[in-house]
C-alpha cells in the first residue's frame, strides 16, 4: 500500500467507522500520546531504563501504526497530501545534507 492509498483508507475508515474526525487539537493531543507510548517502548527495551513486566508485551509496531494513523487523520483534515510531502521533504533533506553527514568524523 502507498500513501495516498493510506490516506484513502483511513479516511473511509474515519466515515465508516470512527463516524467523525476528532478536531485537529484533539488529534494533535492523540498524536502526542502516541508518540509517548512509542518513546515508552524505546527507552525501556532499547535505552537505559529498565522493562517493566507490563510493558514487555507491547508490541512496538502496532504503536508505531497508532502514531501514523493519527498522522495520516492530521494529513486528511488539513488537506496535506502526505505522498508530495514527503517527496518535497526528502529532496529538501538531500539538498541540505548532501555532504554534511558524510563530511561528520562522529558518524565514521
Not at 7 to 29: C, H, M, P
Not at 38 to 45: E, F, N, S, T
Not at 89 to 104: G, P, Q, W
Amino acid at each position: 500500500m502507498d500513501i495516498k492509498d493510506a490516506q484513502s483508507i483511513v479516511d473511509e475508515w474515519i466515515k465508516t467507522v470512527g463516524v467523525r474526525y476528532f478536531n485537529e487539537l484533539t488529534n494533535t493531543a492523540i498524536l502526542m500520546e502516541e508518540v509517548g507510548e512509542v518513546a515508552r517502548i524505546m527507552a525501556r527495551r532499547y535505552g537505559e531504563q529498565s522493562e517493566k513486566e507490563s510493558d514487555k508485551n507491547k508490541d512496538l509496531g502496532d504503536e508505531m501504526a497508532d502514531v501514523l494513523f493519527v498522522l495520516i487523520c492530521l494529513a486528511n483534515q488539513t488537506g496535506i497530501d502526505l505522498s508530495e510531502a514527503f517527496v518535497k521533504n526528502l529532496e529538501k533533506k538531500t539538498m541540505r545534507d548532501f555532504d554534511r553527514h558524510k563530511n561528520n568524523p562522529k558518524l565514521g
